[in-house]
C-alpha cells in the first residue's frame, strides 16, 4: 500500500533568512511526528510562506538546489526512507519561480515542477514577482504515477486533463497557499470539477 500524507503546516511568512530556517524546521518537526509515509506533501511555497511582504524579500528567500531547503529535506528523505514533496522560491539564473520539488528516498531530486499559472487578483500578487513554468511535470513512485498542480493551476481544466490523459496519472497533487480571501471558498468545487472531469 502507498501511503501519503498531507502536511499542513502554519508557517511564518518569512522577510529573513532566520524565519525561512524556522519555517524548515517546524515543517522537519512535524515529518518526523508522523513516521512511516511513502509520500509527505507540503503547501505551495512552504519554505518561505506566501504574502507580500515575503515576495518583496525575494532576494533573500529564494534560492537554489544547493540552498537550505532542498539540503534539509533531502537529509530527511535518506534518513525516513520516504519522498518528500515541498515548495519554495526558486532562482534560476535572473528569474525567480514559484517551484516545488519532490526529492526521492535517496536525497536526489525525482521531480521539479514550476508553477505555470500565476494568480494577480485579490491577495495575490504574484506575477509581479515571479516567472511562470512552461510546462507540466509528473514523476512515479513505485507503480504510481503522480502529477503536480500548484493552487491557481486549478482553475485550468485543459492543463490537469493533460496530465490525466497524456500522462495516465494516477494520483494529482495540489499544494496550494490559498488566501483566505473572497475565493476561497471556489476551492472544493474546483476539486470537486476537476476530479470529474477525469
Known sequence: ??????????????????????????????????????????????????????????????????????????????????????????????????????????????????KVHLAQFGNSSEKTYFTPGKKVTTFRIGEARIGIALCYDFRFPEFIRKMAVKHGIDLLLHPSAFSRDSSFYSWHQFAVTRALEN
Open 1 to 114: 500500500m502507498f501511503s501519503v500524507l498531507g502536511v499542513q503546516i502554519n508557517n511564518l511568512n518569512a522577510v529573513t533568512e532566520k524565519q525561512r530556517d524556522y519555517n524548515l524546521e517546524h515543517a522537519r518537526k512535524l515529518i518526523l511526528s508522523q513516521p512511516g509515509h511513502d509520500l509527505y506533501v507540503l503547501p505551495e511555497l512552504s519554505s518561505s510562506g506566501y504574502a507580500e511582504e515575503t515576495f518583496r524579500n525575494l532576494a533573500c528567500l529564494a534560492e537554489d538546489f544547493d540552498g537550505a531547503s532542498c539540503r534539509m529535506f533531502s537529509s530527511l528523505t535518506k534518513k525516513l526512507k520516504c519522498s518528500i514533496c515541498f515548495g519554495f522560491p526558486r532562482i534560476n539564473g535572473k528569474k525567480i519561480k514559484i517551484s516545488q520539488v519532490v526529492v526521492d528516498a535517496g536525497g536526489e531530486i525525482l521531480a521539479l515542477y514550476d
